[in-house]
């Protein structure tokens, strides 16, 4: 696999014929670490799957906008941040919580996700 070089993917952005190629390489070096970014935010694997992958679309249709005066980084983890915000709003005004414990609808979420184990965070 080639070396991750940003300038080299920004001059593979700036071609048509080549841009999608760019943006491959993008996808390939940022999804993991946009992912745990996002899942630090939302507690599912599946919601931060969801968000990961409307961030590459709206990264993607919008990529002629990036003016390169930050690094692509920068502007994919704003773009991760504005989907989870965005998210956590319209998720929030349709969840309702029992007054009596409304730790309980979030540690309940918690256990059911397959992915996570409290064991291991121990």
């Known amino acids: 696999m080639i070396p991750y070089n940003e300038r080299e993917v920004l001059k593979l952005l700036q071609e048509e014929s080549t841009q999608r190629k760019g943006f491959e390489l993008i996808v390939a070096q940022y999804s993991e670490q946009l992912y745990w ?3 630090r935010m939302v507690l599912s694997h599946e919601d931060a799957n969801d968000l990961l ?3 590459f679309i709206k990264a ?3 990529i002629d906008y990036f003016r390169a ?3 692509l980084s920068t502007w994919l983890y704003r773009i991760a941040l504005n ?3 965005t998210f956590l709003n319209r998720q929030r005004a349709t969840t309702t919580v029992a007054i009596d414990d409304p730790e309980a609808a979030i540690v309940q979420k918690l256990e059911s996700d397959p992915y996570y ?3 291991q965070v121990q």
Request: proline letters at 0%; a negative charge; glycine letters at 6%.
């Open 37 to 39: 970014q996002i899942r």
């Open 53 to 55: 992958q409307n961030t």
């Open 117 to 119: 184990s409290g064991d």
């Open 60 to 62: 993607w249709t919008n």
């Open 69 to 71: 005066e930050a690094k």
């Open 83 to 85: 989907e989870c915000l």
